[in-house]
């Protein structure tokens, strides 16, 4: 079955940089929007950036604005977010997201920052920033 499994998550010192990877098996979802959120302990999940399906276009949490990239390899069926200057309050685990039932659609910016429209999750990748 399909699945979404995250990895590059790590303790960082705050400043600095990390990877977040996302592999999708099972299908494709080279035309399906792809988004980042992430859930802090004790907090909400909240949204961090999606991409459309074909990259063209993103969207950020003003939280991560001009810090994380977006981005995907729909040839290796891949989604990356790449995090700097990174903060303590980006602590979290980091989960990559995807809306299967759109096909080659971008929804919108407001739409696709809603955790209850994608139906793929990864189990989610840790990420600690001390300060």
């Known amino acids: 079955q399909a699945q979404l499994v995250e990895s590059g998550g790590g303790l960082v010192q705050a400043g600095g940089s990390l990877r977040l990877s996302c592999a999708a098996s099972?299908?494709?979802?080279?035309?399906?929007?792809m988004g980042w959120f992430r859930q802090a302990p004790g907090k909400e999940r909240e949204f961090v950036s999606h991409?459309?399906?074909?990259?063209?276009?993103?969207y950020y949490a003003n939280s991560v604005k001009g810090r994380f990239t977006i981005s995907r390899d729909n040839a290796k069926n891949m989604l990356y977010l790449q995090m700097n200057s990174l903060k303590p309050e980006d602590t979290a685990v980091y989960y990559c997201?995807?809306?299967?039932?759109?096909?080659?659609?971008?929804?919108?910016?407001?739409?696709?920052?809603?955790?209850?429209?994608?139906?793929?999750w990864g189990q989610g990748t840790q990420v600690t920033v001390s300060s």
């Open positions: 099972g299908r494709t979802f080279s035309l399906n929007t």
């Open positions: 997201a995807a809306d299967s039932k759109a096909t080659a659609l971008y929804r919108g910016s407001y739409y696709s920052s809603q955790d209850d429209k994608y139906d793929y």
């Open positions: 991409s459309s399906w074909s990259g063209s276009s993103t």
